[in-house]
C-alpha cells in the first residue's frame, strides 16, 4: 500500500501541472473576451482539456505502475541479500560473488531517501483522503437532488403550457415540479432535466415573475449548463487543491447566470430586476442542490447581476456562434497535444535517472555442464 501512495504525487504532480497550464490559458482567453456566451465556450472546452489530460496523464502512469513496483521488488530482494554468498557453476571451482557490504555508519540516522519516501506517503495519503471526501460530498449531494425530485408534485396545467410557450416548437421539455423543500427555482438532472418551483409559486408570484423563472431555468437547460456543473463536480476529487480551478468554476458560474438572466430579462428589465430584489428578500439562506442551477448561488452577486440586468447599453448574445465553439474545442485538443509532447521527455529522463543498474554476475564457462544456483537475480 505505501508503494502506491508514494506512487500518487509523481501522478498528481504531472496532473497539477498540465492543468495549471490549461486553466491559466482558459483564464487569460476569458478575459480578453467580452459576450459571456463566447466566455462559457472557453469554460467547456477548458474542462474538457481537464478530463482528456487526467484521463492520459493516468493512462500513462498505470502503463509505468508494474515496472516501477517490479524494480522496487527487485531493489528489496537485493538488499535483503547483501553478503549472500552465489554459487555461479560448477566449473569455477568454488568462486563465491559476493554483494557489496553495506557500511555502517556511525552515527545513524535516517537516509535522505527514506525521508522522501515518507514525504511522498505522507502527500499521497493526504490526496486519498481529499478524493475520497470529495467522492462522499458528491455522494450526499446525488442522494439530495434524489430526495427533492422523489418529494414534489405536479405543477398546475398553465404552468406546462407556458413553459411550451417559452420552449417553442419542437422542443424537448423538461419535467416541470413543484417542491415544499426548493426555496428558490432550480433544474437539474443531466440524463432527465428538470425545473423545479418552490411549491408557494402557485399560489403568491404573479404569471410575470413565473414566467421570467422559467425563462431563467430555461435558458440554463438550452445552454448545457447543467452538463458544464456536472464535468465540473466530477473533477473535483482530483481538482479539489488547485486554486486556478475554482476561480474558473467560479467565473464559469457567473456566465451563466449572466445568460440566464439576459434571457429572462427579455420581457422587461425593470420588472425582471424588481423581481430579483424581491427574491432575494424572501430568502434567508440559498438552498444548493448538488448538480444543479438555480436562481441563487448566493446573495453576494445581487448587485452585480441587477446592474447587468439594468444595463441596455450592452447587447448579449444568447447564442455562441458555431465557428467560435469549434475554434475554442480544437485549440483545447491543441493544448492537451502541447504538454503531452512537452512532458513526455522530461519523463523519460526520470525514468532513466531512476533506473537502478542491477548487478550482474558474468560465468566465464557459460557451456559448462553442472547445476546452476543463482541466489541474487540480476
Request: glycine residues 6%; aromatic residues 6%.
Amino acid at each position: 500500500m505505501s508503494e502506491w501512495l508514494e506512487l500518487a504525487p509523481p501522478w498528481l504532480g504531472k496532473i497539477y501541472l498540465g492543468a495549471t497550464f490549461i486553466l491559466a490559458v482558459a483564464l487569460v482567453a476569458r478575459g480578453s473576451v467580452a459576450q459571456p456566451v463566447r466566455r462559457r465556450e472557453i469554460a467547456r472546452a477548458a474542462l474538457l482539456a481537464l478530463f482528456v489530460w487526467i484521463g492520459a496523464a493516468t493512462w500513462s502512469g498505470v502503463r509505468r505502475v508494474e515496472p516501477e513496483a517490479a524494480r522496487v521488488v527487485v531493489e528489496t530482494n537485493l538488499e535483503a541479500q547483501r553478503n549472500t554468498a552465489v554459487l555461479c557453476c560448477d566449473s569455477c571451482t568454488q568462486a563465491l560473488v559476493r554483494l557489496p557490504r553495506a557500511e555502517p555508519s556511525v552515527h545513524p540516522s535516517v537516509s535522505s531517501g527514506e525521508r522522501l519516501s515518507q514525504f511522498a506517503a505522507t502527500l499521497g495519503a493526504g490526496a486519498a483522503a481529499g478524493c475520497a471526501a470529495m467522492l462522499a460530498w458528491l455522494a450526499l449531494g446525488a442522494i439530495a437532488s434524489q430526495r427533492l425530485i422523489r418529494g414534489a408534485h405536479a405543477v398546475p396545467a398553465w404552468m406546462i403550457k407556458l413553459l411550451e410557450e417559452i420552449a417553442g416548437p419542437g422542443q424537448r421539455l423538461p419535467r416541470l415540479l413543484l417542491s415544499d423543500l426548493a426555496n428558490q427555482p432550480l433544474a437539474l438532472g443531466v440524463r432527465r432535466p428538470t425545473i423545479i418551483l418552490p411549491a408557494h409559486f402557485a399560489v403568491a408570484e404573479p404569471g410575470v415573475r413565473i414566467r421570467a423563472a422559467l425563462e431563467h431555468e430555461w435558458a440554463h437547460l438550452r445552454g448545457g449548463d447543467l452538463a458544464m456543473v456536472e464535468m465540473s463536480r466530477w473533477l473535483l476529487p482530483v481538482l479539489f487543491a488547485h486554486p486556478l480551478y475554482w476561480i474558473l468554476r467560479g467565473l464559469m458560474r457567473a456566465d451563466q447566470e449572466s445568460i440566464a438572466d439576459a434571457a429572462a430579462a427579455r420581457a422587461g428589465r425593470v420588472a425582471y430586476a424588481e423581481a430579483l430584489l424581491c427574491w432575494s428578500r424572501q430568502l434567508e439562506r440559498p438552498r444548493r442542490v448538488a448538480s444543479s442551477v438555480g436562481l441563487w448561488d448566493g446573495r453576494s452577486t445581487l448587485d452585480r447581476r441587477i446592474r447587468l440586468v439594468l444595463d441596455d447599453s450592452r447587447s448579449l448574445e444568447q447564442r455562441c456562434p458555431w465557428c467560435w465553439s469549434v475554434a475554442v474545442r480544437i485549440l483545447a485538443i491543441a493544448a492537451c497535444s502541447v504538454l503531452h509532447a512537452g512532458l513526455a521527455p522530461a519523463r523519460d529522463q526520470a525514468q532513466t535517472r531512476t533506473t537502478t543498474a542491477s548487478p550482474a554476475i558474468a560465468c566465464e564457462h557459460p557451456a559448462a555442464p553442472g547445476p546452476v544456483r543463482v541466489l541474487a537475480c540480476p
